[in-house]
């Protein structure tokens, strides 16, 4: 097992120039990131891509600041021009002041002119919107909400396209040693395969998602055709919500079950707002169907799959009788499950999901898929609004990786399930721990296998609270494994998630169940008593707290 990093602010994994997560290695680093104190932010070299905007396009922006801004603007970048006024409208929508004109230029970089060129070069385009510095805050919300900013790749091609790059020998031979370990084993395809990737990605999603739970399979037959690809699993989940605004009478949505963070903040920000139903569970359900009775509207219902970090399964079978009755869309979240492990579609009119997690796996590329379902009442009002709508703003090179990725999704998915059952038994056999969540777990467990493939398992993400406050933060910091955000690495990646997603919110987060002090694991592919050895060790440590 490669030791991973234990440095504040380092890539994971490590040397990755475009690395999705970020060592946070102890418990205090974790709340020194969230408080902004000096000695964790300084050395913050990477980021998860949301949330931290990416050294190559940080040059991109400044650059584009020194040729084009005026005084007191600063450049947001985004890969198109229908993104950069979504931003736009956004800023405008939310500043308290009457703001002056937000200007928006678009770039391009210049098409192949040879052959031989497609290889390595294809026309890439960008939009930078200038905020006044004053509302920059409010362009970077819609940065991490929405998904669709340019991604640290296409950033670094746009520079390298326009000449920025220093070409001193240090620079050259440091970009050398990062490309080498990016295209290990020379397995990347070039640029003029993007299409094909695309293509490849779109079949692989749609034969994923089984027909197992159909007798008569030809009756729900996901075409390519029915798949759409996002730069992140956020853009997904924005784009779904941005169809329904568009395509059915605007209402408040539905937020059933605790979601991750940035999908409340998109039905809370985007459109006329949302009912949320924490707890997402049958009592919610009921409430939910009185008000429906009543003649009470809403505009769609988002949930996911199970939901992060609690691991409940929602009962998407009621829900799903619910939207024909009363009319509405639902839109299943299923990073966390994975379309390997459950077939969630039988209920969904459309299902999200990351592809950044376990689908890709290498934590090396953001991406995320939307799929329509053919069955669905509403599928010809949406498949109609993403035919016209679709803005393909998923950039080739990262296409690319994304593809040699997910060529082994099946066998990694399965490993990391059994993985998990030997991680969950240790927990449950551990005095220290009070609370475990998993979808195996608890009253929820009936409606996962509801929708469980028969090969399917349990996937890799569980939630821990340990009696002691103190012993889960001994557990954290001796854990000698990969810590940062994100999950569904080929590496098991661990967190204090409440801390990292919600530290502002603590004890409104606690009113639903969220305790202040739990620690999620998203398991990896490790050798399976190795793992196990690592984790009693710092379980060990954590008993003479």
């Avoid at 990073?335 to 077939?343: K, S």
């Amino acid at each position: 097992m490669i030791a991973p990093s234990q440095e504040i602010g380092e890539p994971i994994p490590n040397n990755t120039p475009h690395a999705v997560s970020v060592t946070l290695p102890t418990w205090d680093a974790t709340v020194g990131y969230e408080e902004g104190q000096s000695w964790v932010v300084n050395k913050m070299n990477s980021g998860y891509p949301r949330f931290f905007i990416h050294g190559k396009i940080q040059e991109l922006c400044k650059l584009v600041e020194e040729k084009f801004g005026r005084d007191g603007e600063k450049a947001f970048i985004f890969p198109s021009y229908n993104v950069a006024k979504r931003c736009r409208e956004f800023v405008k929508e939310k500043a308290e002041t009457k703001l002056p004109t937000i200007r928006i230029l678009q770039l391009s970089t210049p098409a192949p002119k040879k052959e031989e060129e497609k290889t390595y070069r294809c026309e890439a385009h960008i939009a930078a919107v200038f905020v006044p510095e004053d509302q920059f805050s409010l362009a970077k919300q819609y940065w991490q909400h929405s998904g669709e900013g340019i991604s640290s790749r296409l950033g670094e091609y746009v520079l390298q396209e326009l000449q920025i790059v220093h070409n001193d020998l240090n620079e050259d031979k440091d970009k050398e040693y990062k490309l080498f370990i990016e295209e290990r084993f020379g397995r990347n395809l070039n640029l003029s395969f993007a299409n094909e990737a695309k293509t490849a990605l779109r079949k692989r999603i749609a034969g994923s998602l089984g027909d197992e739970h159909k007798e008569n399979t030809s009756e729900r037959k996901v075409n390519e055709s029915d798949v759409f690809l996002y730069p992140s699993g956020m853009a997904a989940i924005f784009n779904a919500h941005q169809a329904f605004l568009k395509t059915f009478p605007n209402e408040k949505s539905v937020c059933f079950g605790f979601p991750y963070v940035d999908t409340l903040n998109i039905l809370k920000k985007f459109g006329p707002g949302v009912h949320f139903y924490g707890f997402g569970d049958d009592d919610s359900l009921v409430d939910l169907e009185k008000r429906l009775a009543n003649g009470e509207k809403i505009l769609s219902l988002f949930c996911e799959c199970p939901s992060n970090p609690l691991l409940k399964t929602p009962n998407l079978k009621k829900i799903h009788e619910l939207s024909v009755k009363y009319d509405f869309p639902v839109a299943v979240d299923e990073t966390v499950g994975n379309f390997l492990n459950i077939d969630v579609l039988q209920y969904a009119d459309v299902v999200v999901s990351s592809l950044t997690k376990v689908f890709s796996g290498d934590s090396n590329v953001m991406s995320g898929s939307l799929v329509l379902n053919p069955s669905s009442k509403f599928y010809p009002a949406l498949k109609s609004y993403f035919q016209e709508n679709f803005d393909d703003i998923f950039w080739a090179e990262d296409a690319i990786y994304l593809e040699r990725n997910s060529r082994d999704f099946q066998t990694r998915s399965h490993k990391v399930n059994v993985n998990s059952e030997a991680v969950l038994k240790l927990f449950q056999e551990s005095p220290l721990i009070k609370d475990i969540f998993y979808p195996s777990l608890g009253s929820t467990k009936k409606y996962y296998d509801d929708i469980k493939n028969a090969s399917g398992g349990y996937g890799g993400l569980m939630s821990v609270v340990f009696h002691k406050p103190a012993q889960a933060k001994v557990f954290f910091d001796e854990l000698q494994l990969s810590k940062g955000p994100s999950l569904g690495t080929n590496f098991t990646l661990v967190c204090p998630y409440s801390i990292l997603a919600h530290y502002q919110d603590l004890d409104e987060i606690a009113k639903w169940g969220v305790d202040r002090n739990l620690v999620r694991l998203s398991i990896g592919l490790e050798e399976k008593d190795e793992l196990l050895k690592t984790m009693n060790q710092a379980l060990n440590l954590a008993a003479l707290a």
